[in-house]
């Protein structure tokens, strides 16, 4: 089975990618959080902290772009190209609100004629190989077969599929049966993703779609950075390093932080995952979540670690489960 990384915003970064594939073993792909490239046709210093060949050495890493003009997406695509990647992976996935009005991610599908002139041109054209993730449309699942069709059109290198719409987010379960007729539909490589947040779950998936080889991993990588070496046979998760994990992060994050308060900030984000993998982690949570100084937080932290215990089955919980 190959397990992929999957691009959260804020979360999956290089710092994320390099201390998760140091301390745990690597994914068999990472997905950089969408870039959005702009008519300025620069990349910010952000972005270039994500793309360097430098940072990302070692590591099988795919920059993710969103957006829907052509042009700017081709300009991206010959700086990748520079760089030395050998594919990019266009986002029609996304549910945010800002983003769906802007028709971009999973907003796009619901605009099948600039879907379809934005692919045209972009296989036509784009100098590295092309992945798509996808949701089963915009509102409802009945939009699928229309693009599958369009999918069917274009040496699509790998499509991953979340099969939920994009007008329901993350609630209600995963649409299996859309997957389904992905499968039976298409002859380009799938991935699976969605709600495989910890063994259990990636087990049904294997079950229910024997011929997937390829699963994306996201919150429940997020939540345990041991998840795939637990589904290869190794080692759960231990506590001790879960606490390595985040310091090591922390250190990184801290080096290229621009003060205080964004690190604090981007750590506490990180949190959100990582606290659903303890036992009754809310009293601690609340006080990491309070801190205002690198002092009270790294306090905070420390008294998570004493107080709880790494659950079984660690992984991200949903409010859908």
């Not at 999918?151 to 209600?172: A, D």
């Not at 910890?198 to 294997?206: G, L, R, V, Y």
Request: glycine share 8%.
């Amino acid at each position: 089975m190959i397990f992929e990384c999957a691009p959260l915003e804020g979360i999956t970064d290089t710092a994320f990618r390099r201390t998760h594939a140091e301390l745990f073993g690597a994914a068999d792909k990472y997905y950089t959080p969408f870039i959005s490239p702009t008519a300025t046709h620069l990349f910010s210093a952000r972005n270039m902290r994500e793309l360097s060949p430098e940072g990302n050495a070692g590591l099988n890493v795919v920059p993710q772009l969103i957006g829907h003009s052509a042009e700017d997406m081709l300009w991206a695509a010959n700086e990748l190209y520079a760089m030395g990647y050998g594919e990019m992976n266009i986002n029609l996935g996304c549910p945010s609100g800002t983003v769906v009005k802007k028709k971009k991610g999973s907003g796009l599908l619901a605009e099948p004629e600039m879907l379809r002139a934005l692919l045209n041109e972009l296989f036509e054209k784009s100098p590295i190989d092309i992945s798509i993730k996808t949701r089963i449309g915009k509102l409802s699942a009945d939009e699928l077969p229309t693009l599958l069709e369009l999918y069917s059109r274009y040496p699509i290198k790998e499509l991953v599929i979340h099969p939920r719409t994009g007008n329901v987010g993350y609630n209600g379960k995963p649409d299996y049966e859309a997957f389904r007729l992905a499968g039976d539909t298409l002859k380009v490589p799938l991935c699976y993703n969605g709600d495989v947040f910890d063994k259990p779950a990636a087990e049904k998936i294997s079950e229910l779609f024997p011929d997937c080889e390829r699963i994306m991993l996201g919150r429940g990588l997020a939540a345990n950075p041991a998840l795939i070496r637990s589904l290869r046979g190794g080692a759960a998760l231990d506590k001790s390093e879960e606490r390595q994990f985040h310091d090591a992060l922390f250190s990184q994050c801290e080096a290229v932080s621009c003060g205080e308060t964004p690190l604090l900030f981007h750590m506490k984000e990180l949190w959100f995952y990582m606290a659903k993998s303890f036992t009754e982690p809310d009293k601690a949570v609340k006080r990491i979540r309070k801190a205002r100084t690198k002092a009270d937080y790294l306090s905070a932290v420390s008294a998570l670690f004493s107080e709880c215990d790494v659950r079984e089955n660690a992984g991200f919980i949903s409010v859908n489960d």
